[in-house]
Structures are given as structure tokens and as C-alpha cells.
């Protein structure tokens, strides 16, 4: 069985978009970055909802030419095209770079990927984890959270039905002051 895992970039108010989905306050260090690269890189595959894939797939396929380029930016950049990834979405029709759409039922499609053999599912997207979160399905958070507060925007965690008990797995700062907390899912 796959592990499913959630984790993104959070503001300390628990947003991972300010209003008008503005992630300017997100710039990675470059240590950061390689912390994100090899959580990439240790994925099987990825799980993507429309507006995440809108905006990685916006760069990511040629990120690796662009002028000022950093090692690990190329790196990333052939890493994104060569993992296998799912996009969930009923408004777009096509998608690319060893890419899958589904616009069916996202929840029964990840309980099915989980099913399978192969390397952990990293999802990003707020509303479609936040459906595999209401679902029960997600293995591990890692919210990556930098010292801003915005206000409003998209939240990292949706509303639940019932109490989610998790149990820390590990912490680690990052320059900037920004902090990674992950942790796993008591079942």
C-alpha cells in the first residue's frame, strides 16, 4: 500500500495562498528548495488539483532552461516532467508531461492508487487534499511554515467531520525562521 503524502508551504496563520492566490511570501532559501527536491525526488508519483498543476505545469516543463537556473532548479525542473503524475479536474481537458487526468471521483481514484504498488503519493492542491483529508486517506502532513501572517486566502487544513490524531515525526528550521513539522497519522 502507498503512503499519501500532504505538505506544502504554510504561512503561520495556516494559509498556503494569501488572497488572490499570492504565494509571494514563499520564496524558498536554497536549502529549502533541496528539502523540497528530494521530497520530489522520493515520490512515486503526484497528485495534483487543478490550480496547483495550472501553476506548476506553468513552469516546471521548462524550468530547467531558463537563464539563471540553479543546479538544483534543474534538477527539479527533469525530476517534475519525469514523475508520473495525476491531475484531478472536471474544467480542463488536456494535461502533459507524463501526466493523467481524472475527473471522476478523486477520493475513490486515490484510494484505488493507494492500493498499488510503488513509491509514496505526494498531493498538493487545497481542495483536493482537502477531500483526501475528509476522507481519511492522508498518511502524513509536512507543512513547511514561514514566519508571515496574511490574513486570509487558502487554508492548508479544511473542515473536518471528525478529530484527526497525529503523532510528530520530525521538526527542522530552516533559514529565515521557516519551521517543517511533519507528522503521521495515527490510525
Known sequence: MRK???G???TLDGYIAAPVDDIGWSGPSDELFQWWLDQEQASGLSLYGRKLWETMSSYWPTGDQQPNATPAEIEFA???RDTPKVVFSTTIDK???NTRLVSG???AEITRLKGEDGGPMRIGGATLAGAAMRAGLIDEYALVTHPVLVGGGTPFFTALD???NLGMVQTRTFPGGVVLSRY????
Open 4 to 6: 499519501l503524502i500532504f
Open 8 to 10: 506544502m508551504n504554510v
Open 78 to 80: 527533469r525530476n517534475w
Open 95 to 97: 494535461v502533459d508531461w
Open 105 to 107: 471521483d478523486a477520493v
Open 162 to 164: 471528525k478529530w484527526v
Open 184 to 187: 503521521e497519522t495515527r490510525r
